[in-house]
């Protein structure tokens, strides 16, 4: 069974900096993407970054652009976030997720929906 398990939140004030991780086990197949979603307070979850598990330049969403960079590891299964200059609207809980089939877009990376396979979260807090 396909698990999702991230790690590296925390509570840290505002241009300060956290690297996340999400480790995948119980994979039988090799992904097609692996994204990073957030659902801060009292709003839905969003898009915040994306890659190809084969390779290729990530996505981004405009808001962490310049700020945020998603890198891999694939021979232990790890995708990892890298927040640099973090605000308080980055305060959110952070997700990973994996799509197992191909997508025939770019557009489909940013939605949450294409996504099969999600983590717990980890909480991710920025202080002003």
């Not at 801060?40 to 915040?48: A, I, L, Q």
């Not at 997720?97 to 025939?104: D, G, L, Q």
Request: aromatic share 14%; hydrophobic share 30%.
């Amino acid at each position: 069974q396909v698990q999702l398990v991230e790690s590296g939140g925390g509570l840290v004030q505002a241009g300060g900096s956290l690297r996340l991780s999400c480790a995948a086990s119980g994979l039988t197949f090799s992904p097609y993407a692996m994204g990073w979603f957030r659902r801060p307070p009292g709003k839905e979850r969003e898009f915040v970054a994306a890659t190809r598990w084969s390779g290729g330049s990530p996505y981004y969403a405009d808001s962490v652009k310049g700020r945020f960079t998603l890198s891999r590891d694939n021979a232990k299964n790890t995708v990892y976030l890298q927040m640099n200059s973090l605000k308080p609207e980055d305060t959110a809980v952070y997700y990973c997720a994996i799509r197992k089939r191909i997508m025939s877009t770019s557009s489909s990376y940013y939605y949450s929906y294409n996504y099969s396979y999600w983590g717990q979260g980890t909480q991710v807090t920025v202080s002003s």
